[in-house]
């Protein structure tokens, strides 16, 4: 079974950036489309970006330009660089599978003040 470990978040001011990690262990992901996911209180959980097997990328509207998604199968690890952060960009990211996540782990922080 595969377990999925995000790293990376923080407090960041409006404006600047921050790199996400999801490292997997338990079985090579580099067959699966992951993508990052996105949650704040009250309000449903929503997939920012993905990438497939084969390293094509697609992103929500809202981070477009902003962020890019990223993996490193030697590594084992899938990547989200944050740029250009907004006060909207707060909440708690995951990494799962795509389209059909696993289990959901506790996430990453990310806190941008204004």
């Known amino acids: 079974q595969v377990q999925l470990a995000e790293s990376g978040g923080g407090l960041v001011q409006a404006g600047g950036s921050l790199r996400l990690s999801c490292a997997a262990s338990g079985r090579r992901i580099s067959i699966n489309s992951m993508g990052w996911y996105r949650q704040t209180p009250g309000k449903q959980r929503e997939l920012v970006a993905w990438?497939?097997?084969?390293?094509?990328?697609k992103y929500a509207d809202s981070v477009k330009g902003r962020f890019t998604i990223s993996r490193d199968n030697i590594k084992n690890t899938v990547y989200l660089q944050m740029n250009s952060l907004k006060p909207e960009d707060t909440a708690v990211y995951s990494c799962?599978?795509?389209?059909?996540?696993?289990?959901w782990g506790p996430g990453t922080q990310v806190t941008v003040s204004s």
């Open positions: 799962n599978f795509q389209p059909i996540p696993a289990n």
């Open positions: 990438i497939n097997s084969g390293g094509g990328t």
